[in-house]
């Protein structure tokens, strides 16, 4: 057994332990054992001993020390109670306030046709240059007209003809009847010449027809614009066989003036937009552009839809653009405003002032006393960055609009107007500047 290794390997790690137990056991008494000269400290109470150590710290007679954090409005703090929060302010105004809807919107052509060939030939010119602005009537494209002209002449041959044979058929007619009147004659051949007479003229109205057909035919080889408006790219080169029945067509021509814009509102904002609509008053719509900057341009509402869909809970309407400049193009995205009327003497505030947490929507208003009361308010339209209200703020009463997130109902405050915070605001900028030009 004593050659076994495992043995060994106990014995040593039980030395080990050992020795560790003993340098600490040596270590704390080292500790606890007075420096040498040191005096051990007085008893409270005993000859010798500190004034704090009797006392508990302090001069004689002195109390207790507070137990107080030192925290402004604490107990035991610092006197003068609570330290006015200072905040920015601004006064309800009474203005005149726009209501306006906003939406999304799409710039639409009110008409766009695809030019085709009405005949069929060969195309010989085209009289346009893509892009272009042309008006009614204009002519954009020629086919060849010869086999239309030639067509035309026959019809008007056979007609001559048989104008020829009617005038005959007549002038026997009349023969027919003085003889019959003479008895030279039957009434049965004054009859058969009479039915020959009307059998003519029958024919002459059917080549009548003919020669109006071909003279249509011949008018449609000239392809002039059905209405007035912008020209698309050409879809077909001169030189090519045009036929009736083909789907490109030639050019597309699409009216940008006047041009509509198609956009949709939700059903809660309807009830305004529908009585106004129903009563005929006209109602005002602006374009802007996709960053609402720009006003492209000015226009009237003028058709509502006949359903609300019921996929999105909106109402499609259209506005109609005059589009003098050329601002709006088709298939444009723009931002729609649309101006139902306008609120007279209504009280705004500042956007910035009104809150929204559990007690709902609020607004804090600073009293005289510089105290600040927290208000719940009834909210109208919003005009940039004014908004209505309708109920809970009077006009000229003063609102927090910055420095609230420390405000509880009651809390004193040291106001500050909005216009002399923006001032002091400006005011470094301006003296950082005022060296540089001592400078130059």
């Known amino acids: 057994m004593l050659y076994r290794p495992w043995f ?15 340098a600490h056991y040596l270590a704390a008494r080292r500790a606890e054992a007075p420096a040498p000269g040191a005096q051990a400290p007085a008893a409270p109470g005993a000859p010798g001993a500190s004034p704090q150590a009797r006392g508990g710290g302090g001069a004689p007679g002195a109390g207790p020390p507070a137990a107080g954090t030192g925290r402004p409005g604490a107990p035991g703090g610092r006197p003068g109670g609570e330290r006015p929060i200072p905040v920015t ?23 766009t046709v695809t030019v085709r060939s ?28 010869r086999p ?29 009847r003085t003889l019959v009147a003479q ?62 029945g083909d789907a490109t067509g030639i050019v597309t021509i699409t009216q940008v003036q006047p041009i509509g814009v198609t956009f949709s509102l939700p059903e809660k904002d309807l009830a305004p937009v529908l009585e106004r609509y129903r009563k005929g008053r006209p109602m005002a719509a602006q374009a802007l552009d996709r960053e609402q900057r720009a006003v492209l341009a000015n226009g009237t509402l003028t058709t509502l839809d006949n359903q609300i869909d019921v996929a999105t809970g909106t109402l499609r309407m259209k506005a109609e653009f005059s589009n003098a400049d050329g601002a709006l193009f088709p298939n444009q995205f723009v931002n729609v405003r649309l101006f139902i009327e306008v609120l007279e003497g209504a009280t705004v505030v500042p956007s910035a002032a009104i809150q929204r947490g559990s007690p709902g929507t609020y607004v804090y208003v600073v009293r005289d006393a510089d ?28 609102v927090v609009i910055d420095g609230v997130d420390n405000l509880r109902d009651g809390a004193r405050v040291e106001p500050i107007e909005k216009t002399a915070a923006e ?13 540089q030009a001592r400078r130059q």
């Open 8 to 22: 060994w390997l106990l014995v040593l790690v039980a030395l080990a332990a050992l020795g560790y137990g003993a």
């Open 89 to 111: 302010v601004a006064r309800a105004e009474t203005a005149d306030v726009p209501v306006v809807l906003h939406a999304l919107g799409t710039v639409t052509s009110l008409r």
């Open 118 to 145: 009405r005949v069929d030939g060969q195309l010989l010119r085209v009289n346009f240059r893509e892009g272009q602005m042309v008006k009614a009537g204009e002519l954009l494209a020629e086919i060849d007209p």
């Open 148 to 176: 239309f002209q030639v067509q035309l002449e026959q019809a008007q041959g056979q007609l001559a003809r048989d104008r020829a044979l009617l005038e005959n058929a007549r002038l026997d007619l009349e023969r027919y």
């Open 183 to 244: 008895d030279a004659a039957s009434a049965q051949q004054l009859d058969t010449q009479q039915a020959l007479v009307r059998q003519y003229e029958g024919i002459v109205r059917s080549d009548q027809g003919q020669v109006d057909d071909a003279r249509l035919q011949l008018s449609y080889a000239r392809i002039t614009a059905p209405f007035s408006g912008r020209l698309g790219l050409r879809l077909v080169d001169p030189g090519n066989i045009v036929r009736a």
């Open 371 to 398: 105290t600040v009361a927290l208000r719940r308010i009834a909210l109208g339209p919003v005009d940039g960055e004014r908004t209505v209200v309708t109920e809970g703020v009077r006009t000229g009463e003063r």
């Open 423 to 435: 001032r002091v605001a400006v005011q470094p900028a301006v003296q950082r500047r005022k060296p």
